[in-house]
């Protein structure tokens, strides 16, 4: 690699030299958990982009965490552990952290990795829900290789979510704050805001799950013309047949507590649910990003270390109640 001589003042900065035009083109599917990102990811195929063959398939259990492949998924969770966090931590990553991760070389590591994908077809796949998590760190690393990434972001009910996270965190006999409703839906809140902005500047398509299930043929052409990819019919019934059944199925439930939705997500999501065409709703409608009131913070740290070092409910519920006290008399 040619060395260069960066100011000391600007070194955290990718000169303009240092972009790498590809020719290759993303995909890349945004949004929170559960929220569609594994059905848009099976249906790829049709608008003739692949995932590679490293990715790895849906199991028995459904498509949460299929299609995604290994080194992508490692390379962000390095990157959130580097930061302290993890994908269910609930709190911003701003510019300040991602010049950490530049310093740290991530950049590079990053652009490396979407080159060394480019064999893999002429249009690539790329699914993690923890790119939406560093979604700005990977706005600036496909600056860096002069494209803009067509884009997928799906969105669903956050009660529906929350209820598929605490279904998973009670399977695992896991002591996290996914019991609690009100930290799930934050965290829905945080990664689909974010899956909003920071796509802003990409070609995009904003996806209704339930919306999805009901029309996928109608709403995958719709998404291919706004996206001005070409569209495989032939494939659409293996796609359906694999996969849209099968999710039918898996998303019946009834809601633990059809009412239990938080304010502000309540009304991101009917803003959302009332965009048609699958267009974005204007930015002043969203609101602020993530949650940033004292107790939040406070809840943020105490249960994010709690489940860390694998400590029990109520001890951490414990010590957040006495947080949230010291807080009211400060």
Known sequence: MRSRVVSPVFKLIPPIQSVIIMQTEFIVIWGFRRSGAGLLASSLGLFGATLGSRASMPDEAGLE????????????????????????????????????????????????????????????????PQMTRLGLFWRKVFESIGTLPRSLVCFRDPRAVVQYLRRGALRKIFPGFFLDTDYGQLLWLGYTLASLIYTEKYP???????????????????????????????????????????????SRFHYDDPDGIIARAAQLYVTLCDEKNLEFPPFEKTGSMWPHTPSEQIMTKILAQAVRENRGLQDYIAELTEQIQKLGHS
């Open 65 to 128: 965490g299929a299609f995604e492949d290994a080194e992508l998924v490692r390379l962000n969770e390095e990157m959130l552990n580097r930061l302290g966090f993890s994908w269910d931590t609930l709190c911003a990553i701003g510019e300040d952290h991602i010049a950490i991760l530049i310093e740290a070389g991530y950049l590079d590591r990053a652009v490396a990795y979407l080159r060394s994908r480019a064999g893999d077809g002429p249009i690539i796949g790329l699914k993690d």
């Open 204 to 250: 995009r398509v904003l996806i209704n799950y339930d919306k999805l299930l009901e029309n996928p043929e109608g709403i995958l052409k719709q998404a291919a013309t706004k996206l001005k990819l070409s569209y495989n019919d032939s494939g659409f019934d293996a796609f359906f047949d694999g996969y849209v059944s099968r999710e039918k199925i898996a």
